[in-house]
């Protein structure tokens, strides 16, 4: 069965840190990758998405991830994060051309003191 | 556009009762997806639809839980006899068909008691 792997279940980062979260998926055909944002209280918003094409996608937020095919991963970055940036963060896999028929990852919870 | 729209936000209940769930869709996007968090199993989809049809409710936990979307612009889960180990926030999300992104509601959360 397809699973998600996020590597930190919570990290503390200060303003102006770099951050990346690790997302590794498990299913060796093609897959579409997301990440979404969960800020305290709130609903799940997109971030990014990669379908095809450029393996570096570009977000919203200043946020990137890179798809590393051979590694099964879709690491999410920033180079520098703000206090606004503190939230739970998701990734999340889908394979069956359903957009909306997710696999998520455990979530990672980012603090990001002032 | 509004978005999904979820209804209630909160629902406070006793063990027993049932309980039932709304979601307005996107106007326009015709699948459906209802989904639930817990701190225990994290995001989990109970079932989605395609045109109104269910298409996969291998989610659903138990007999208890049961989904309908009776028109493009409507769905509700229930769940009859709610547990308390049912409490959780529960999302509903919509998108086009096919290979498009999902828009997720701002989820109900529900405690049983």
Same mark, same amino acid.
């Given at each position: ?10 990290v ?13 998926y498990?299913?060796g055909?093609t ?7 969960q ?11 990669y379908?095809s094409?450029d393996p ?12 590393i095919?051979?590694?099964?991963s879709?690491?999410?970055?920033k180079?520098?994060?703000q206090w ?5 963060y ?5 394979v ?19 | ?5 979820q ?11 049932e ?16 989904y639930?968090q817990?701190m225990?199993?994290?995001l989990?989809?109970l ?10 409710d291998?989610?659903?936990? #138990?007999? =208890?839980? &049961? $989904?309908?979307?009776?028109? !493009? /612009?409507?769905?509700?889960?229930k769940i009859?006899?709610? #547990?308390? =180990?049912? &409490? $959780?926030?529960?999302?509903? !999300? /919509?998108?086009?068909?096919?290979n498009t ?12 008691v």
């Amino acid at each position: 069965a397809q699973s998600v792997s996020q590597h930190n279940h919570h990290v503390i980062l200060s303003e102006a840190a770099s951050l990346e979260l690790g997302c590794n998926y498990s299913y060796g055909g093609t897959v579409n990758l997301f990440w979404y944002v969960q800020y305290p209280g709130q609903h799940l918003q997109l971030l990014l998405k990669y379908f095809s094409g450029d393996p570096l996608v570009k977000g919203i937020k200043g946020f990137e991830a890179e798809f590393i095919k051979s590694k099964f991963s879709f690491n999410l970055r920033k180079p520098s994060v703000q206090w606004s940036d503190t939230a739970e963060y998701f990734c999340a896999v889908n394979v069956d051309n359903q957009g909306g028929k997710l696999i998520f990852g455990q979530g990672t919870e980012l603090s990001v003191k002032p | 556009d509004a978005g999904v729209i979820q209804s209630p936000r909160h629902e406070v209940t006793e063990m027993g009762q049932e309980v039932t769930l709304r979601c307005k869709p996107i106007s326009g996007h015709n699948s459906l997806f209802w989904y639930r968090q817990t701190m225990m199993r994290g995001l989990e989809l109970l079932i989605y639809f395609n045109n109104n049809v269910p298409i996969d409710d291998s989610g659903m936990p #138990e007999d =208890r839980f &049961s $989904a309908k979307m009776p028109n !493009a /612009s409507f769905s509700t889960l229930k769940i009859q006899p709610s #547990e308390p =180990r049912d &409490s $959780a926030v529960y999302f509903c !999300a /919509s998108s086009l068909e096919g290979n498009t992104e999902a828009f997720f509601g701002q989820g109900t959360r529900l405690t049983v008691v």
